[in-house]
């Protein structure tokens, strides 16, 4: 006599077989995990104690702080889409990883900060390849990516970068400044009025603002557009809207200088328009991306 087995007996062994291997496979993840953890802070945890310094005293790169913070909500945001991805580790990470290791050592032996953090990013994704392939690495390719503005750019690149933003900011003030009855004498960054001069510092170039709204530029678009490319113009927006802002602002203070009080306007004003005007941006990438969300769903329309 044949007698009939539930389905559930016969299945439950091996449904418990693949419990306990994923949650073997969970445990060697993890431990793995903590101990290139470990290794990570150990090697370059004198890199990294200098880079959060330099996010603290710097004003020009205190945007850091947020961008860590925004890769890890980001991949917490993707676990379940990054869980289902599958593994197929690959060797072509020990090559990553031994070019993050070699650019690091030349970093060191030449005291370039950029070399030694740009490094930390090149091992991450070596490791991320060896253990979980190519396939994960493009998952987080955002992410990981994103990081790179988390550290400050070289002095040599930086300085090519402020001093012509301060000549354009200066050419726009002086520009401007005549069509609204000011009188005004430009020589070089510095803009000489009839009741004193101002001169276009680094500080006043624009340079802070630039990368911090480019920073919330990619932040804002990955959290309120879907589209790739609406997220991209976004982000290149930023940057003619930052250094047309920038030039506001010096136009702003040259008025405050000729109609109301020059020292008033060098002291608690100059400092708050540099708040103001990075508000005034904000509100700029968010009329943008408000009009191309219109101008696309009339195109969507018509089509």
């Known amino acids: 006599m044949i007698e009939s087995v539930p389905l559930s007996q016969v299945l439950h062994p091996e449904l418990s077989t693949m419990r306990a291997r994923a949650a073997n496979r969970g445990r060697i993840i993890f431990w793995q995990t903590s101990v290139f953890a470990a290794l990570l802070f150990w090697i370059y945890g004198p890199t990294l104690a200098h880079l959060v310094a330099q996010w603290w005293k710097d004003p020009n790169f205190s945007h850091g702080f947020f961008v860590p913070l925004f890769s890890a909500f980001v991949i917490w945001q993707e676990r379940s889409r990054l869980?289902?991805?599958?593994?197929?580790?690959?060797?072509?990470?020990?090559?990553?990883?031994?070019?993050?290791?070699?650019?690091?050592?030349?970093?060191q032996m030449g005291a370039e900060l950029f070399l030694s953090r740009?490094?930390?990013?090149?091992?991450?994704?070596?490791?991320?390849?060896?253990?979980?392939?190519?396939?994960?690495?493009?998952?987080?390719?955002?992410?990981w990516a994103f990081l790179v503005l988390m550290i400050?750019?070289?002095?040599?690149?930086?300085?090519?970068?402020t001093f012509p933003l301060q000549l354009l900011a200066s050419k726009v003030a002086s520009s401007t400044l005549?069509?609204?009855g000011v009188p005004v004498l430009r020589e070089g960054n510095v803009i000489?009025?009839?009741?004193?001069?101002?001169?276009v510092a680094e500080a006043c170039s624009g340079i802070r603002s630039l990368m911090s709204l480019m920073t919330l530029a990619i932040i804002y678009g990955y959290l309120m557009e879907r589209r790739?490319?609406?997220?991209?113009?976004?982000?290149?927006?930023?940057i003619p809207i930052a250094v047309a802002a920038n030039s506001f602002r010096i136009v702003g203070t040259g008025l405050l200088v000729q109609y109301w009080d020059p020292e008033k306007a060098q002291g608690f004003f100059?400092?708050?328009?540099?708040?103001?005007?990075?508000?005034?941006?904000?509100?700029?990438?968010?009329?943008?991306?408000?009009?191309?969300r219109v101008s696309l769903h009339e195109e969507g329309e018509r089509s």
Do not use: D
């Not at 990883?97 to 650019?103: K, R, S």
């Open 192 to 199: 000489i009025l009839p009741a004193m001069a101002l001169e």
């Open 152 to 161: 400050p750019i070289p002095a040599i690149l930086f300085n090519q970068i």
């Open 118 to 143: 740009l490094s930390l990013l090149v091992v991450l994704a070596g490791l991320m390849v060896l253990f979980l392939g190519w396939s994960f690495f493009r998952a987080v390719l955002f992410p």
């Open 83 to 107: 869980t289902a991805v599958s593994v197929y580790p690959s060797w072509w990470g020990l090559l990553l990883l031994a070019l993050g290791l070699c650019v690091l050592i030349v970093g």
């Open 228 to 238: 790739i490319s609406v997220r991209v113009l976004l982000a290149l927006a930023s």
């Open 178 to 180: 005549p069509w609204m």
């Open 270 to 292: 100059h400092e708050f328009s540099g708040w103001l005007i990075f508000v005034v941006s904000l509100i700029m990438l968010y009329l943008l991306h408000q009009i191309i």
